[in-house]
């Protein structure tokens, strides 16, 4: 990794002024967002990242005489050209002949991994995580949300009432997602929530008639789900649902059981009580008090299941923030029953999307979304003079449609909320996925104006345009990026990146023409957006993005 190369240097020449071993220093040094107001420098050493305590136990006055100070004890060296102080920073401007050439043939080096072969994962030990996320109700189509019993109950009686086989056949998520409407409606009577109740305890009392209508449903919903998760181009390693351990969930409460920690209510349900003082002040409800079990028993049985079928290191749940006390509760139950693992176990929470609609109505479910935007793409395609040059316009329409709806819902912190814009997701100019598309598409374009082949042992010394220098500073920060989204687990850090390095290599397009330039210049300019889109693209397909070569 280039940025590897310069911090292990700069970190070298830290180590023998600071007497600090060099690989202290290494995460200490970092490199410096790219600004087009003004020219900067490639590093910076935050002094207070390496003094003892945080930059609060100093006076900002103080900081800025201490980087002055180390600064005078540091020389300009093969790799360093310049040595300068910041606010309680010290600057390093790399050699830029050597910053062209280090960047650049890293790139093409690296390929695929540029990035991840950075010395900051050197500490990050290889696991394996078990990522549990999507979970879509079986017959909602493709809601989101966890199946409860309430409605594993309805939905069988309400297929019982208003089902017909041949449209199950026929239309299965659209015919069940119609008789659980129905039977939704008819819930009020008390009548018909005995039944639901009725019919999920005939399902974990092994009922055969039960269980068999419930794998129909299920086998209907995965085979429609797999087909609309290959249109986002996700594949999941298993389908297993918390309705998958209803009978482990019975293990689980007997293991509550004789590890004490499983209590009746005057009503007959089964709670665990979660308070610390033990005076029943915190409570997580596990078993109805017809015994039947509810979400987070099946849940509990899960986590166990997977620990011993997988022995992961991490699992992650990924689900909206408003299941974030039931997840509180599980890693509460499991460390009480004695599971150390589950200080392993994360829950990462996404808000919700607000303002969706598509031109049919309030109700969308995601295949319906995915039609609405793979449409719109379809007419903005084609009143651009471009599109007559698309082998397949729908297919790349669905591509940088689905990029609009990625790059929209990831700009942010996961778990926030956000209002949904179809006009600004769709925007061709701006920080949207459609100008990602569009910017690959335009560098691929370039390439394959000049023979599509790989450049390389360019003259660097041709790349110290500002513009040209930008992008160098850019790329170098790609491995820092990646390290931080690996930490917090959010993507909108790679998302800002991609969506800089696309406005950075606008701006070089056109400041820097390949077509007319003498030889050697076009290489080497041609040599900087190779790189420029092979980063793009590694980015884009971290983000779950298809990018295309022509839109």
């Known amino acids: 990794m280039a940025a590897c190369v310069f911090r292990r240097s700069i970190a070298r020449q830290l180590s023998e002024v600071l007497d600090l071993p060099p690989e ?83 790139v093409q080096k690296d390929g695929t991994q540029y990035g991840t072969k950075s010395e900051l994962f050197s500490t990050v030990p290889k696991q394996k995580a078990v990522v549990e996320f999507s979970s879509p109700n079986i017959a909602k189509k493709f809601h989101i949300g966890h199946l409860r019993s309430t409605i594993i109950g309805l939905l069988g009686v309400g297929f019982q009432q208003f089902g017909e086989k041949e449209k199950l056949k026929s239309s299965p998520l659209q015919h069940l997602f119609e008789v659980y409407v129905q039977i939704n409606k008819a819930a009020a009577d008390e009548n018909t929530k005995k039944l639901a109740k009725d019919f999920f305890r005939k399902l974990e009392e092994h009922d055969e008639q039960a269980l068999s209508l419930w794998k129909e449903f299920r086998d209907f919903s995965i085979k429609e789900y797999t087909r609309i998760y290959k249109r986002l181009g996700v594949h999941f390693d298993e389908y297993s649902g918390e309705s998958f351990y209803q009978e482990k969930s019975r293990e689980v409460l007997k293991m509550l059981e004789d590890k004490g920690l499983l209590q009746k209510t005057t009503k007959g349900t089964g709670v665990v009580d979660l308070s610390e003082k033990k005076d029943l002040s915190s409570l997580s409800t596990v078993s109805r008090s017809d015994g039947t079990s509810l979400y987070i028993t099946r849940d509990l049985a899960a986590a166990i299941d997977r620990m011993n079928k997988y022995n992961w290191d991490t699992m992650i749940y990924v689900t909206d923030r408003n299941q974030s006390s039931h997840f509180q509760h599980l890693f509460q139950i499991l460390k009480l029953m004695g599971y150390d693992w589950v200080e392993r176990c994360q829950h990462v929470s996404f808000g919700l999307v607000q303002g969706m609609k598509t031109r049919k109505g309030e109700v969308v479910f995601l295949e319906d979304v995915l039609d609405e935007v793979r449409s719109r793409m379809l007419e903005n395609m084609a009143s651009a003079k471009t599109t007559k040059e698309v082998e397949d316009p729908m297919e790349t329409a669905e591509k940088v449609g689905l990029a609009a709806l990625i790059i929209q819902d990831f700009r942010g912190l996961l778990s926030s909320d956000y209002q949904f814009s179809w006009d600004r997701a769709l925007q061709s ?101 190779q790189a420029t889109r092979s980063v793009l693209a590694n980015g884009m397909k971290l983000l779950g993005i298809t990018p295309v070569t022509r839109m």
């Open 24 to 106: 202290n220093l290494i995460k200490s040094i970092s490199a410096v967002p790219v600004s087009r107001k003004r020219r900067n420098a490639d590093f910076q050493l935050s002094i207070a990242s390496i003094e003892e305590g945080s930059s609060r136990d100093y006076m900002a006055q103080d900081l800025q005489l201490r980087a002055q100070k180390l600064a005078e004890k540091l020389k300009c060296d093969a790799v360093v050209s310049e040595i300068s102080t910041g606010p309680g920073t010290v600057n390093f401007t790399i050699n830029r002949e050597l910053l062209a050439k280090t960047v650049l043939q890293q």
């Open 429 to 529: 100019r701006g920080d949207t996925g459609v100008f990602l598309q569009y910017t690959h598409a335009r560098l691929h374009s370039l390439e394959r104006m000049h023979g599509n082949e790989p450049v390389t042992d360019v003259n660097v010394a041709c790349l110290q345009e500002p513009d040209a220098i930008s992008l160098l500073q850019h790329l170098l920060r790609y491995d820092e990026v990646l390290y931080r989204s690996s930490q917090d687990l959010q993507p909108k850090h790679i998302v800002s990146y991609l969506l800089t390095l696309s406005h950075l290599a606008a701006v070089a397009h056109q400041t820097l023409p390949v077509k007319g330039s003498t030889p050697a210049l076009a290489q080497a300019r041609l040599c900087l957006f």
